[in-house]
């Protein structure tokens, strides 16, 4: 938990930022920490950790060369440096000292409790791999707090989209995602709806009903609503989530190296859980609705088959080419629905295809849509948070791709450019402004990535949280 105080306490653990090496006599040293810590930044360091037994201070200059957004990430990284350290000396309590930007001060703050994080839930002795940090205390002389609110409720957003990514499917059935979705809903303050199997039935989701053929757990449609009642817009903001908890790739089954990370095929549904979370547990004076179509993909007895014909929510017929093609025809399904709010601004989150990983790389989002200005806008706080984005064009010619001799279209193109047929494919089911994100790169990593740690990443969550909170002001 991060929290305010007025005063820095010298017995305690701190982190100091200064912008200057000179500034380092602004810190209360003895003279043999003063002397290592001035050598350490004479030869370039700009990390320099002291350890004095009882408590440990750490000094980090930011490097003056470089932009803004990369500093920012500098003190990100950071921050993960520090949790290293932290767990090994078993400190409860660090002190953030900031002489130089404020913008600073939280990227610090957000860096040590990204890195924070753990999934260990399974584990027999949680105890052992769980971090000893309790409280990072921000020392200001403001009274103002709304800063550290709004980061407490940015950092739960992600941990629950992370938790979710992580759990197995033993654990994450569809049914079982919409019961965690209730219960964050009940303790952020976001209002849910679940639709069962007979429900998405009787609305003739055909998507979402084809992929679940071959499962023997039944689908579900979770709604959340965060409407407060002073609220600047009129029409919602939506955002949909793949929540695909496990992806085999139905009959045109995955080879062996790609089904070992598919249960985090239900990111971009778990990137809009944390989302709601976030926004609601920081009360955001903003309307917002989410959609996580859920349902795991299987080569079961009644499994959905190449040459299928399927009809959509919406009436469109898909002719069906390879059943792992399956996020964008429940993500079809949700995109058509959301025609029901009127919605101001529709964007979609999924790790859709391999094809993005190829094209921009495993650290980047793929970014496609139909309103120019925010995605630029997007763009922007992507280098911002450091969840960055390229853009694909969605030119009509790749449409020609989607045609089939037997239906309205068929769910995959060609060779080439599979990120963007994609794309093409989910736009046939908007009539309003929206925006794809395809997170299929940095949505999982199987190494220890900084303050992204390993697993479930929670990419979306800071982007699209910062994107709303400045739409709130």
């Known amino acids: 938990m991060i929290q305010l105080t007025n005063k820095y306490l010298t017995d305690e653990s701190a982190a100091f930022i200064i912008s200057d090496k000179k500034q380092i006599k602004d810190i209360q040293l003895s003279k043999v920490e003063m002397n290592f810590a001035e050598k350490m930044l004479d030869n370039k360091a700009n990390f320099v950790h002291i350890n004095s037994f009882y408590k440990s201070l750490f000094i980090l200059l930011v490097n003056s060369e470089k932009d803004e957004f990369t500093q920012l990430e500098d003190i990100r990284k950071s921050g993960n440096r520090i949790i290293t350290e932290i767990k090994e000396l078993k400190l409860e309590t660090i002190n953030i000292v900031n002489l130089g930007s404020e913008n600073f001060t939280y990227a610090l703050c957000e860096g040590i409790m990204l890195s924070k994080y753990g999934f260990h839930k399974y584990f027999k002795d949680k105890a052992e791999k769980t971090s000893s940090l309790k409280e990072i205390k921000v020392v200001s002389s403001s009274t103002d707090s709304t800063k550290v609110d709004l980061l407490n409720a940015l950092i739960e957003g992600v941990y629950n989209a992370r938790d979710i990514v992580n759990e197995p499917l033993s654990f994450m059935t569809a049914q079982k995602l919409s019961q965690e979705i209730e219960r964050i809903g009940k303790e952020t303050g976001f209002k849910t709806e679940i639709l069962d199997k007979k429900q998405i039935e009787s609305l003739k989701m055909g998507g979402l009903i084809a992929v679940n053929r071959g499962s023997i757990h039944p689908p579900t449609f979770s709604i959340m609503r965060w409407e407060p009642e002073n609220a600047i817009n009129e029409k919602p903001y939506v955002f949909v989530g793949k929540g695909l908890v496990f992806d085999t790739g139905g009959i045109n089954l995955k080879p062996s190296g790609y089904l070992e990370t598919m249960k985090c095929d239900k990111a971009g549904g778990a990137t809009v859980v944390g989302l709601m979370a976030a926004i609601a547990k920081a009360k955001l004076p903003i309307k917002v609705i989410g959609l996580v179509p859920a349902t795991d993909n299987r080569p079961g007895n009644d499994a959905y088959v190449p040459e299928d014909i399927i009809t959509m929510f919406d009436g ?158």
């Open 316 to 473: 469109t017929t898909v002719e069906v080419l390879n059943t792992d093609a399956e996020g964008r025809m429940i993500l079809a399904d949700a995109l058509a629905y959301a025609k029901k709010y009127k919605p101001q601004l529709v964007i979609d989150l999924a790790t859709l295809t391999g094809a993005a990983v190829v094209a921009v790389g495993e650290n980047t989002t793929a970014v496609m849509g139909n309103t120019p200005k925010e995605i630029e806008k997007l763009k922007t706080i992507g280098f911002e948070v450091w969840e960055k984005l390229v853009e694909l064009p969605l030119w009509d010619e790749y449409k020609e791709q989607l045609k089939s001799s037997v239906a309205d279209l068929k769910n995959i193109g060609g060779k080439y450019a599979g990120a963007i047929t994609a794309g093409k494919f989910l736009e046939h089911f908007t009539d309003y402004d929206w925006i794809h994100l395809d997170i299929a790169g940095p949505a999982f990593t199987e190494k220890d990535d900084s303050y992204r740690g390993i697993g479930g990443t929670g990419v979306g969550v800071r982007l699209l949280f910062e994107f709303l909170k400045q739409k709130a002001n």
